[in-house]
Every structure is written in C-alpha cells, then in structure tokens.
C-alpha cells in the first residue's frame, strides 16, 4: 500500500493550494481521512479530519480557510487550502484508514508534502 501525497509548493500569502493524498495497492478503499503539519523542531499538529460519516473537524487556526474532503471513486483525501499566511509554512502529511483487500483496516502515512507561504 501507499499513500501519495501531492501538491505542495511556494505560495505568497493569500493564495491557495489544494493538497492531494491518494492511496494505491492492495486496498478495496479508504475509510476516514486527516491532515497534520510539522516544523522542523515542532511536534506534528493535526489539522484536520474527515470521518467516515463525512464528518470535518479543523484545528481553529485553519478553520473557514481550509476544506478537507474525500473522493471514494479515487482513494483521495484533499485537502483545500485558502488564504494562506506564512504561519501555515509546514511538512503536510496526510493519514489515511485503508481498506486492504483483507478487509482488515490499517492507518498509513503519506510520505509529506512541503508547503510554503512568503509574506
């Protein structure tokens, strides 16, 4: 299984960007869905999540400026981001509850996606 994550880039603040993580392999689906971001020297922050009901919950920094959504067609999880300020500058990583052709259902890690606002 893995989980690629996509997206990332510079952006001035203000702009937007819509991160993508999309899982492949031996997988019949994905269930629930989130987001976290790191600083180098910081703990990963969770960001946001999409339940399996299709339920969002944002951390309050982010919330009215990113969606978080799920495409089931395609085993994607998005993650929308709109007004961007340079505090949002972080590693975004995307974890997502896949289910494998076993049936049996595990939690992967995408591997990171940088994202850069300037001031």
């Known amino acids: 299984v893995q989980l690629q994550a996509s997206g990332g880039g510079l952006v001035q603040a203000g702009g937007s960007l819509t991160l993508s993580c999309a899982a492949s392999?031996?997988?019949?689906?994905?269930?629930?869905g989130g987001w976290y971001r790191q600083i180098p020297g910081h703990p990963r922050e969770w960001v946001a999540t999409?339940?399996?009901?299709?339920?969002?919950n944002y951390v309050d920094s982010v919330k009215g400026r990113f969606t978080i959504s799920r495409d089931n067609a395609k085993n994607t999880v998005y993650l929308q981001m709109n007004s961007l300020k340079p505090d949002d500058t972080a590693v975004y990583y995307c974890?997502?509850?896949?289910?494998?052709?076993?049936?049996?259902?595990?939690?992967?890690w995408g591997q990171g996606t940088l994202v850069t606002v300037s001031s």
């Open positions: 974890l997502v509850d896949v289910i494998l052709t076993t049936r049996a259902r595990y939690h992967y």
């Open positions: 999409v339940t399996t009901g299709g339920s969002t």
């Open positions: 392999g031996s997988i019949v689906g994905i269930d629930s």
